[in-house]
């Protein structure tokens, strides 16, 4: 009896081709799940996908932020290793240019002081004479040259008084002492010896 009906419908359809269409398509629709849903499977298989390409991914930053911390590290490093070759340099450089110029300033003090000294200037004096040179103190220079000047004046001023003949000196009565002029039995040499020395009877 089904089989009968099959083949009545079957030649139906093939009686009417637009009928079998229908069919076909009813068919298809029915073999088709009414929805697309993923399964509970599948969101667990595509979520454990997704963690771990997170998770990868996190290990690839995790990675290349240490390979810049490392970069970072050894970049200052070599930069404060840089930094205290030039600071060492710079500080050696300075010494050295420091350790010239005492050098100049001594060969300059002590020629300067053989110099005051041909001038007839004391040890003292000319010691400071080249200190003030070599630190450039004008105003010292000038005392002490003026210091200088009034000791050489007053040197020749004593040198000449002693050369000089002293006062009386054809007289017997000069340079004779107090006790000595008044031992004098003349009285007329003794009054005349006293005005020679007034000086002791004062």
Do not use: C
């Amino acid at each position: 009896m089904a089989e009968e009906i099959r083949n009545t419908q079957t030649e139906t359809n093939e009686g009417n081709p637009d009928t079998g269409m229908v069919e076909n398509a009813e068919q298809a629709t029915l073999e088709t799940p009414e929805d697309n849903n993923p399964t509970i499977e599948e969101l667990m298989a595509q979520l454990a996908q997704e963690k771990a390409a997170r998770a990868k991914d996190k290990a690839a930053l995790d990675k290349a932020l240490k390979e810049k911390g490392e970069l970072t590290k050894n970049l200052r490093a070599r930069s404060t290793q840089q930094q205290m070759e030039e600071d060492a340099k710079r500080e050696e450089a300075e010494a050295k240019e420091a350790y010239i110029k005492e050098l100049e300033a001594y060969k300059h003090k002590n020629e300067a002081k053989e110099r005051y000294l041909l001038q007839g200037m004391t040890a003292e004096l000319a010691t400071k004479a080249a200190d003030a040179e070599v630190s450039g103190d004008m105003d010292a220079l000038a005392d002490i040259q003026r210091q200088h000047t009034e000791a050489l004046l007053k040197a020749k001023e004593k040198e000449w008084k002693a050369s000089r003949p002293p006062l009386n000196a054809g007289d017997a009565s000069s340079g004779m002492s107090k006790d000595e002029i008044l031992a004098i039995a003349d009285t007329e040499a003794r009054v005349k010896a006293m005005a020679q020395n007034i000086e002791l009877f004062k």
